[in-house]
């Protein structure tokens, strides 16, 4: 038996799913979509952001709206030198864990920063909207260091 | 309750890249492997036969499926499949058992991720609204996670290195391992950052391969006649999906799957611990409430090599084949799964 | 003023992924073969059964199949649809006829198209034969045979479809 020539081959799989958001996921991506930003009160009074649907305590559903701050507080960071063709983002950047101002939990998303070196936990970040919004997370386009912000 | 042991147990080597090896071809020779250790034929020689493994690892629809192939399945077997680390497959295979629907088992699992690029492939695990379109990939969660644990002085990049170090140290021996070789903390630390805080080596390598093993009754294992290990407890417990309503610098599901397996209720000579992480690791140690006393992944961890939807599986095969060779008495698997170790698994396993 | 924007009801989440797909050991070497004109299938060392495509195992047995086998061109009709709506995606004009063609000397069928034949006389058991692309378009691909067209030649009895040497009905 002579052993096998290496074929390869290169393609793509694409699943072109749509989803329906529900009331919960609806009012956030709707808010996203008007340049705001809501979280859900969950039962022990935490207000969530991104909205969670049930409550990550008791199960229970969910729908008392709150709407926060565009500013927060960068709770943790990485730096990706190297970007990775689907990110949204090509230069070197940051994904940041951030902290809304009247939020209590915090969420994920891009930060864009001129270096690694300009970023510090704790600093002070802000939504950059992105142009066309449309009711998606990335009407979020990313976070920005704020001014004076560093420490 | 019916006692349950591991009787047989094999990994294919880690590569990098399988090459020319399709499913079926990656299965079998661990399937053989394991039916040797025991005299089986086949998989029609035991009661029930469950795998673990995900078709978007390879991109390739039902590849689970394919794999069935490998068994020989004429006449019809009692099969199953868990889109998991194989480690739940034996979970399920050990609640068969103990239910008496099944005396025997064989699990396996595997992965072939050379094909695509595996840390975005698994960012559409994560929340399909607020996470997925972000395209955030494992190795950029992991680092927020290590950030956190940086930040708070819970671990240095010292410590971290020092993981690495050990893991490549002890690969050394084992010739499964895809990465080995002798590295000082100093030579580590002064690599350049990958995902800052992270450096590759904290990183486990993206590897192809597979696992196997059988479990059975005590009594099934007795009559085989081969060395087996009990699995004297198993737990396994889920956290929330999004990262930042977890405390990322604590594993609470594992702490409590460690208790429930009942960890403590003896010395730990060993420990293989599932951490595609250098900071996991410790993380996992200190959840799993473990000391100096106890050898941790004496073969490397996956820091060495990562079989996904294998290493769990192959975590509990390392302890297994440590009793039997007599190098310990009792000791601890624990397998991950999901986004910054959502989800956690602990086996107890104790000589004969 | 436009009207206000109804509230977001529904997203579109697609998915790609990309990835280089490698052929198993077996299939590669059925593949090598095809590009040179010749169907190739594995034998089953442990129940002779010979399976086209090879994927490294026999699936009845669960054991490695290594015993390379070459097969006819020609073929038995195992079963058949005819095709009256178009495939999104397919060039092909309805109605066309897509078989299980078992080739000689194996004992698995496989799908093909079926052409230079009046639909509604196909049957099972019917008799056809590969027409080959011109040598010089053949690639690594099923597609290398353009499609198969009836033989004339004597049905073949349901009970002896899949089981016929390489050498045919009368071999
Ligand atoms: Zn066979």
């Not at chain 2, 079926?24 to 998989?43: D, K, T």
């Not at chain 2, 004496?298 to 294998?310: E, F, K, Q, S």
Request: net charge negative; aromatic share 6%.
């Amino acid at each position: 038996m002579v052993a096998a020539e290496l074929l390869s081959q290169h393609f793509e799989l694409g699943f072109t799913y749509t989803r329906s958001t529900g009331p919960v996921v609806g009012k956030f991506l709707t808010g996203l979509r008007e340049g705001r930003v809501y979280g859900v009160r969950g039962s022990d009074g935490r207000v969530l952001v991104p909205p969670a649907e049930y409550d990550p305590l008791t199960g229970a559903a969910l729908g008392e709206f709150v709407e926060v701050g565009q500013q927060g507080r960068l709770l943790s960071w990485c730096w990706v030198s190297e970007p990775r063709e689907a990110h949204h983002l090509q230069q070197p950047f940051a994904w940041a864990m951030v902290q809304l101002d009247g939020a209590d939990v915090a969420m994920i998303h891009y930060l864009e920063a001129p270096s690694a070196e300009a970023i510090r936990s704790g600093a002070r970040v802000g939504i950059s909207w992105a142009a066309e919004r449309e009711g998606f997370i990335t009407d979020i386009r990313c976070f920005t260091l704020l001014e004076g912000a560093a420490p | 309750m019916r006692e349950i042991a591991v009787v047989a147990y094999s990994q294919s080597p880690c590569v990098a890249d399988a090459g020319a090896t399709n499913e079926v071809e990656l299965i079998m020779p661990q399937l053989q492997a394991v039916y040797s250790q025991l005299g089986l034929a086949s998989a029609q020689d035991v009661d029930f036969v469950c795998s673990g493994s995900c078709d978007y690892l390879q991109g390739a629809a039902f590849a689970f499926v394919a794999g069935v192939d490998a068994l020989g399945a004429v006449p019809p077997i009692k099969e199953s499949h868990v889109e998991m680390d194989a480690a739940w497959a034996l979970y399920e295979a050990i609640l068969k058992i103990r239910m008496g629907h099944a005396d025997s088992a064989l699990i396996y699992g595997f992965g072939k991720s050379s094909p695509g690029e595996l840390p975005i492939v698994l960012s559409q695990r994560l929340d399909p609204y607020y996470l997925a379109p972000l395209w955030l990939d494992t190795v950029s969660l992991a680092a927020l996670q290590a950030r956190l644990l940086l930040d708070q002085d819970l671990v240095s990049e010292r410590d971290m290195a020092a993981v690495v170090a050990r893991s490549r140290r002890n690969a050394m021996d084992n010739p499964l391992a895809q990465l080995a070789g002798e590295f000082s903390i100093e030579e580590l630390l002064a690599e350049e950052h990958f995902v800052a805080p992270l450096r590759r080596a904290d990183c486990c390598p993206v590897s192809d391969g597979a696992a196997a093993m059988v479990i059975a009754t005590v009594e099934q294992a007795r009559a085989w006649g081969a060395p087996y290990a009990r699995i004297t407890g198993i737990d396994q417990r889920i956290e929330n999906h999004n990262p930042c309503l977890r405390d990322l610098t604590d594993s609470v599901s594992t702490r409590q799957a460690a208790a429930a397996a009942g960890v403590h209720r003896g010395p730990v000579d060993v420990a293989e611990i599932y951490a595609p992480f250098s900071h996991q690791e410790i993380l996992l140690t200190r959840a799993l409430g473990l000391d100096d006393s106890t050898l941790v992944n004496p073969g490397g961890g996956v820091l060495a090599g990562n079989l996904m939807m294998a290493s769990g599986l192959s975590r509990v095969g390392e302890v297994f084949r440590r009793i039997v060779d007599g190098k310990a008495g009792r000791g601890v698997a624990h397998a991950t799964s999901g986004p910054c170790l959502q989800h956690n698994l602990v086996a107890v396993l104790e000589g004969a | 003023m436009s009207e206000p924007l109804a509230d977001v009801t529904g997203i579109k989440a697609p998915v790609y992924l990309k990835y280089r797909f490698t052929a198993g050991s077996a299939p590669a070497r059925f593949l090598c073969r095809l590009k040179e004109g010749v169907l190739t299938g594995q034998r089953c060392p442990r129940c002779s059964n010979v399976y086209i495509p090879p994927r490294g195992s026999c699936p009845a047995c669960g054991v490695p199949t290594e015993d390379e086998v070459v097969l006819s061109d020609k073929g038995t009709i195992q079963s058949f649809t005819i095709v009256s709506i178009p495939i999104p995606g397919n060039p092909i004009q309805p109605p066309y006829v897509v078989a299980n063609i078992v080739p000689d000397g194996a004992n698995i069928s496989f799908i093909h198209l079926l052409s230079e034949c009046v639909n509604e006389e196909v049957h099972i058991g019917q008799r056809v034969q590969a027409l080959w692309k011109p040598a010089e378009e053949w690639g690594h691909a099923m597609d290398n045979i353009r499609y198969f067209r009836p033989l004339d030649e004597p049905d073949v009895p349901v009970e002896r479809i899949g089981k016929l040497p390489v050498t045919g009905l009368e071999g």
